[in-house]
């Protein structure tokens, strides 16, 4: 199946797992939470389970968690 195909060109909602993620709403793409980009669904790959969001990237994935405060010897602001 390819982006056009079966589900339609909208945005689908995912319930992200820790190396998976449940389809709960059909559709080909998500919106990544740092860059506001659209992520086909094959293409996803980094996400929050924690905070139930999707990153385009490693960049975005890694700015996210620095916003966060998660990181290994970051200090909390």
Known sequence: ???F?????REAKLRYLD???????????????M???NIPLDELRYWSVARQEPYADCAASLEADKRAGIL??????
């Not at 290994?72 to 602001?77: D, E, H, I, L, Y």
């Open 19 to 33: 190396g998976d993620y449940q389809i709960v709403t059909s559709g080909s793409f998500v919106v990544c939470a």
């Open 5 to 9: 195909e079966g589900a339609g060109f």
């Open 1 to 3: 199946m390819n982006r």
């Open 72 to 77: 290994p010897n970051q200090k909390r602001a």
């Open 35 to 37: 860059t506001g980009a």
